[in-house]
């Protein structure tokens, strides 16, 4: 058992769940069809942030939660004490019985935590007892659509730092408990170098970085003598806050505590700057700290910063060396949620065949894919430029051709030929076979080595902010015409 496992009170309570699951649950229990096996897919539809790409995330606390996945006693006491419109209990005492035995026996496939994914691929795939398949959807959703929009989030943000160090200093405005800790631990995922978060520290191995607050200032007579009070305390953890009275003068009075540091064989960190003009006032605290003979003083900027701040900050010459962002990472600030969904693929017919399912919308967008799916990601075939060039979503019970064609699923016109020396990578691997965990949780520190060697093989325009470029990322030309066909047969026109 993990640092998130002993922490997370929620983890395996099957209680962590919608209703609507639990009802339909009964009624494949009541229906005789609770142990007929169908495979459900986990996706979103559309990127986060009007990004290009999205970074998953969340997934080692899914298997901390399937591991631990059961009904307590008392779980099962607050359902039967849950009625129907008629007064009369909602479930029958046998259903609670089941509920009481039931083991989780699924096979489950994911992509691991720091691939970059796109819209309508699987994250993950989970294949068993359709009854247990239906009361997984919610908790999966929760613990994989936020980790992932904070990981994105946290990526966007890396890039425009444009390889200078972010801090994660969400903590304060965060959804809840629960939400900080998971932001912060994606955030790290996403390329966050620290976290304020002490106890996501803790818990997950994050380095955890602070300094002190306007109050600290505040609380003495004058600027000079908190910031000799504070490096006397911590002589080897002083960056300056400089912006609680006059910027530029308080550059100078940490400039003067800097020296008195010195001379005492310490160094002086840096200033932070948390409010202003940040690109005027960086490029002249630096022109003081230089002069003074601290060029290797780093000027820590805050204050509501986002990627796009961030790139404008860049654009504009600002000297700053290390950036803390805070309520627009951990509360992805321009898009509150991810619009994951779970949707049934196929489910095992009574002659023991599949029998691939669609779900038809007016909006093409929210027409599923049907089948067993897995993701085929291609890369370039030139030894001097090493990029992805396309995903494939294809089914398994088929199989993938040689030669593979990705049909774009919103423009059937669109296709992208790729010859059978393509090399390629299939992204979901197993995590679960007949319940038990054939996988090995990969330490936080790798996750987060992953996201950034994946975030790297893409082309710059799939990275930009406005307008990234279209990755390619469609289905197999098979697929492709065995929804379409389904689809027809849906609509009475076939």
């Known amino acids: 058992m993990n640092a998130a496992t002993e922490n997370n009170h929620w983890n ?11 009802t339909m649950a009964y009624g494949y229990w009541k229906s005789g069809r609770a142990e007929r096996e169908a495979v459900f897919h986990l996706f979103f539809r559309k990127a986060p942030f009007q990004s290009g790409f999205t970074l998953a995330a969340g997934l080692a606390l899914a298997i901390d939660f399937l591991k631990a996945f059961h009904f307590t006693d008392e779980d099962l006491k607050f359902l039967d004490s849950l ?28 992509v691991p935590e720091g691939t970059v994914v796109f819209p309508h691929e699987p994250l993950l795939r989970i294949q068993g007892p359709i009854l247990q398949c239906q009361l997984l959807e919610t908790a999966l959703l929760n613990l994989v ?3 992932s929009l904070i990981a994105t989030k946290s990526a966007r943000v890396c890039l425009a730092a444009r390889g200078e160090p972010v801090m994660e200093f969400g903590l304060r405005r965060a959804q809840g408990v629960d939400g900080a800790l998971a932001a ?12 304020s978060n002490v106890l996501a520290g803790k818990m997950f191995g994050i380095p955890v970085r602070g300094t002190h607050a306007h109050s600290w200032v505040m609380s003495f007579d004058d600027e000079r003598e908190a910031f000799l009070a ?23 009075h940490a400039v003067d505590t800097g020296k008195w540091l010195r001379e005492r064989g310490h160094e002086m960190v840096g200033i932070r700057l948390d409010s202003g003009d940040l690109a005027w006032l960086s490029i002249e605290a630096r022109k003081i700290l230089d002069a003074a003979g601290f060029p290797k003083a780093v000027i820590v900027a805050s204050n509501d910063l986002d990627e796009h701040i961030i790139s404008s900050l860049k654009d504009q010459g600002a000297q700053i060396n ?40 007016e909006q093409s967008a929210k027409i599923s894919n049907p089948g067993i799916q897995q993701v085929r990601r291609f890369r370039s075939e030139k030894e001097s430029v090493r990029e992805f060039i396309g995903d494939g979503i294809y089914d398994v019970e088929t199989g993938a051709p040689a ?92």
């Open 322 to 361: 290390v950036w803390g962002v805070g309520t627009k990472l951990i509360t992805a600030y321009d898009q509150p949620a991810l619009g994951g969904v779970y949707k049934l693929g196929a489910i095992r017919g009574d002659d023991g065949q599949w029998a691939y399912k669609v779900k038809l919308s």
């Open 184 to 195: 912060s631990r994606a955030a790290y995922i996403g390329g966050c170098a620290a976290t």
């Open 145 to 147: 659509n936020f980790q």
């Open 230 to 252: 504070y490096a006397e305390a911590m002589p080897n953890n002083c960056v300056f806050l400089v912006d609680t009275y006059d910027t530029l003068a308080g550059v100078h």
């Open 403 to 494: 030669a593979f064609t990705i049909v774009d699923p919103m423009d059937a016109t669109r296709r992208k030929h790729l010859p059978p020396e393509t090399p390629f990578e299939d992204l979901l691997v197993p995590i679960f076979r007949g319940g038990q965990a054939v996988y090995k949780t990969p330490a936080l520190t790798e996750v987060r080595q992953r996201a950034q060697a994946q975030i790297g093989m893409f082309h710059a325009g799939v990275k930009r902010f406005v307008n990234p470029h279209n990755y390619p990322v469609g289905l197999e030309l098979g697929l492709h015409e065995q929804k379409t066909r389904l689809i027809l047969h849906a609509r009475g026109e076939a």
């Open 83 to 110: 009625t129907g419109n008629d007064g009369q209990p909602l479930f029958e005492a046998g259903f609670l019985e089941y509920l009481r035995a039931l083991k989780f026996t699924c096979d489950v496939d994911a």
């Open 12 to 22: 395996g309570r099957a209680l962590l769940t919608d209703l609507y699951q639990l």
